[in-house]
């Protein structure tokens, strides 16, 4: 999953669809590694896929294992340090900014604890689009 900043001091969440796994919550975007995918790859097709932009530069902030009652999940997190495009709900996704501060009331997953955690020990995230003119 990758933590996308706006430059402002907030992060990019999504709200997972109605009848999916904790359908409804907010979560940080990504998703799941295809078999003999790497974490970063994932991440950069995930985000394209879901959000139509292009990764450029990364860094690896924490990968752990979250037990839900019915399931394990590993989560590779990852700080988007720049990006290209405009992020958009590709698959119907509501999505908001929102404060550092306040992702903690946000509704996200409990997944997503580990994240708040390491994210008050770091300088705040400053990921920003990277917007280049189209030459023809």
């Not at 907030?10 to 003999?36: D, Y």
């Not at 995918?37 to 991440?43: G, K, P």
């Not at 990968?63 to 019915?70: L, Q």
């Not at 908001?96 to 580990?114: F, I, N």
């Amino acid at each position: 999953m990758g933590l996308i900043g706006d430059g402002h001091g907030r992060l990019l969440i999504g709200q997972r669809h109605a009848g999916t796994h904790m359908g409804g919550a907010w979560e940080f975007p990504g998703g799941k590694c295809a078999p003999g995918e790497s974490a970063r790859d994932a991440l950069c097709r995930e985000l394209d896929e879901e959000l139509g932009i292009a990764v450029e530069h990364v860094e690896p902030l924490l990968d752990y294992v979250h037990e839900y009652p019915d399931r394990r999940v590993r989560l590779d997190v990852w700080l988007v340090h720049r990006y290209r495009g405009e992020p958009q709900a590709r698959e119907g996704q509501r999505l908001r900014w929102v404060p550092v501060g306040e992702l903690g009331e946000s509704g996200l997953l409990s997944a997503d604890q580990p994240i708040l955690d390491a994210l008050q020990n770091r300088k705040p995230v400053q990921a920003t689009p990277q917007h280049r003119a189209s030459r023809n």
